[in-house]
């Protein structure tokens, strides 16, 4: 490994400490600057790239992704594969992973603190480490690989050069991913760790808050439900002009991120504090990430705002069944209740660095009336959705006011919880029964609840279609589960729930179809938000379709008979060059070899792109070249050639 400590800097070291004397006292003292972070020692972490020079962040530790939190630094690289990755601390490669997606190709080093640094979406590995990295995919004949090495065998000293950067894996751009682990692989603030490559005095901005009805008395200008304002800036904090009217038990959202000096990415808050009258309602600090838990990310923020817009508002509440521990100091859940007084509201949001940035707006107390002039009154049709218990009828007015739930043992009468001139809204409980149908002027809409599924028990439900395993904690609250057969394009399809409920386990899918279908060529694909088809990579028994998914909403079965496609781009005595793709199931292997004898690939799954990568580098690729690339339906296609 090539050490990053060389004697070309020692010119460098004594300008130094020629004419700037307090620097290196300041990196070696070990005390508090005056933002609170460590101050750099000898034995401290170095950055990873570029030490010593001012490098920009394009992520930062705990900001919010759509399926996990971020657990360290993007560090850019310019747009750039080939930087030099630096060591930060003396230890051990005890680990490396190449794959396809999620980091990629990465580098796990373990030092004498017990921690662990992680450095993802390399290019290549350096020197012996790998040399060994290569042999091993010989070996084993994969280019997917994960090796586990004692703290004899790979030995790191801090400031080694022991990877290029690059974008491997799931990366959306040149850079690298770092984190720094504990002995507990929980994911620490590398910023907390004292680089001073990263400067940072720009403020987080605020962009909207969102608030929300936490139970059926509660009211939001009159209305229940979840609703959205912008917030204005004024100086260098963010203000909502006029009071919004409220009673009963209010949930606060805000749209908010932080802002790095010399960067224009929007990084994660690590720290939210929300005051109600002047007293502390919410406490969120993120210093520390288990990443087992990860996944509870969706019970943070408003996942139906996610779905339907892309945006990630944070949640300043503490919803039922959430996993996180963030949230040391609030009360009643961060749940605000508006009596008969207003509640001034304030939110502080603070960056890594203290750089702060306050919110604040009125909560001012309203009576609960039946007649709602800010209602929207356009005539819709008898339509209804479910919040939590809560579900919630729209009709149009007319001279019956009232709505008959029609449930398996009882009809129920209702009255409007509120109108205006030409909509009226029903409120009812479901968990005190369960309609089969509504019934209002005239209009009948069937609600479909075919079963009601709690959280925090493993449940299965039945039917003569399909059966729906959850395993514990799979939910974050109660589901109220429908599961239909429905017809898309001549294929057969099954809803199952509501994509916009969250999950925060898989669930597991046992479906019989109608028809009968060569279980070799067709697959279940869930049919995303983009009418996209995502392969579930089930499998077939005894005539049903059985697959695992992320996520509820529309399945369906699709035949794959097309062999994937394969482009020669290069294909010579120095290397071999070819993008690949599939044009429904997905590519499921590939493999290559030169006169029988297995060659390397690496594989780049969002350009398609295959490289050769031989075992002695020397070695010219003469003679019979084969490539052989399989979908998950078995279909399969082969290139050949002479390379002379």
Same mark, same amino acid.
């Given at each position: ?27 070696? *003292? ?47 690289? *310019? ?7 630096? !060591? ?38 350096? $020197? ?31 400031? /080694? ?17 770092? /984190? ?75 749209? !908010? ?12 808050? *690590? ?24 996944? $509870? ?44 007084? /207003? ?22 107390? /309203? ?98 279609? !399909? ?77 049903? !379709? ?88 078995? *279909? ?9």
């Amino acid at each position: 490994m090539t050490n990053y400590l060389s004697s070309r800097c020692v010119s460098v070291i004594l300008f130094i400490l020629l004419f700037f004397p307090g620097f290196l006292l300041a990196q070696s *003292n070990g005390s508090l600057s005056e933002n609170g972070k460590s101050e750099t020692k000898d034995s401290d972490y170095i950055f990873p790239i570029k030490p010593g020079q001012v490098n920009e962040l394009a992520g930062s530790m705990g900001e919010l992704r759509n399926t996990h939190f971020h657990s360290g630094l993007d560090i850019r690289t *310019n747009n750039m594969i080939g930087a030099a990755v630096i !060591a930060a601390q003396s230890g051990y490669v005890s680990r490396i992973v190449k794959s396809s997606y999620s980091y990629g190709n990465v580098i796990y080093v373990t030092h004498p603190d017990s921690n662990t640094t992680l450095y993802a979406h390399l290019n290549e590995f350096k $020197g012996k480490l790998g040399d060994h990295v290569r042999r091993k995919q010989y070996d084993q004949k994969t280019f997917e690989i994960d090796l586990r090495f004692s703290p004899g065998e790979f030995p790191v000293t801090r400031g /080694d050069t022991i990877a290029l950067s690059g974008n491997t894996g799931s990366s959306n751009g040149p850079h690298l991913h770092f /984190d720094i682990r504990d002995k507990d692989m929980n994911a620490l603030n590398p910023l907390d760790f004292g680089f001073e490559e990263i400067p940072d005095k720009t403020k987080p901005l605020v962009q909207k808050i969102a608030l929300r009805t936490m139970n059926i008395n509660s009211r939001i200008n009159g209305r229940f439900g979840r609703f959205e304002f912008n917030m204005l800036k004024i100086g260098s904090n963010y203000k909502l002009l006029n009071p919004i009217l409220t009673s009963g038990e209010i949930g606060v959202e805000v749209l !908010a991120y932080d802002k790095m000096d010399n960067s224009r990415f929007q990084c994660g808050i *690590n720290t939210i504090e929300m005051l109600a009258d002047s007293q502390r309602v919410f406490y969120q600090f993120i210093d520390k990430i288990t990443m087992p838990l990860t996944r $509870g990310i969706v019970s943070l923020f408003d996942f139906k705002t996610l779905e339907l817009t892309g945006y990630r508002f944070n949640k300043l509440f503490v919803e039922d069944g959430n996993p996180l521990d963030f949230y040391e100091g609030t009360i009643n859940r961060g749940i605000i209740s508006v009596g008969k007084k /207003d509640v001034p509201v304030k939110i502080k949001l603070l960056d890594t660095y203290k750089n702060e940035t306050v919110a604040t707006f009125i909560l001012k107390s /309203d009576p609960v009336v039946v007649d709602v002039p800010t209602l929207n009154n356009g005539i819709k049709p008898l339509e209804y959705s479910i919040s939590q218990n809560i579900l919630q009828v729209t009709g149009k007015v007319c001279k019956e006011s009232k709505a008959t739930l029609f449930a398996p043992d009882q009809v129920i009468q209702l009255e409007p919880t509120y109108k205006s001139l030409l909509t009226k809204v029903f409120l009812f409980d479901l968990r005190k029964a369960i309609p089969d149908s509504i019934e209002s002027c005239g209009e009948k809409v069937y609600l479909k609840i075919n079963d009601v599924v709690p959280s925090g028990t493993e449940y299965t439900y039945y039917s003569k279609d !399909a059966s729906v395993f959850f395993p514990d904690s799979a939910l974050f609250d109660t589901l109220y589960l429908s599961v239909g057969k429905n017809g898309i394009r001549n294929n057969e399809t099954i809803k199952i729930g509501n994509r916009l409920v969250p999950l925060m386990k898989d669930i597991k899918v046992e479906w019989k179809p109608q028809k009968e279908y060569d279980t070799q060529k067709n697959a279940v694909y869930r049919i995303d938000n983009g009418n996209r088809y995502i392969n579930l990579a089930g499998k077939w028994e005894g005539g049903k !379709a059985i697959f695992s998914t992320k996520g509820l909403g529309e399945f369906t079965i699709l035949p794959d008979t097309i062999p994937p496609s394969i482009l020669r781009i290069a294909c010579n005595q120095t290397y071999a060059r070819f993008k690949i793709a599939d044009n429904l199931s997905g590519i499921y292997s590939f493999e290559a070899s030169v006169n029988g004898e297995w060659l390397l690939m690496n594989y780049d799954y969002k350009t398609g792109i295959l490289l050769s990568e031989k075992l002695d580098r020397k070695q010219a690729l003469k003679g019979d070249f084969q490539l052989k690339v399989t979908d998950y339906c078995g *279909n399969e296609k082969i290139y050949k050639q002479k390379i002379l």
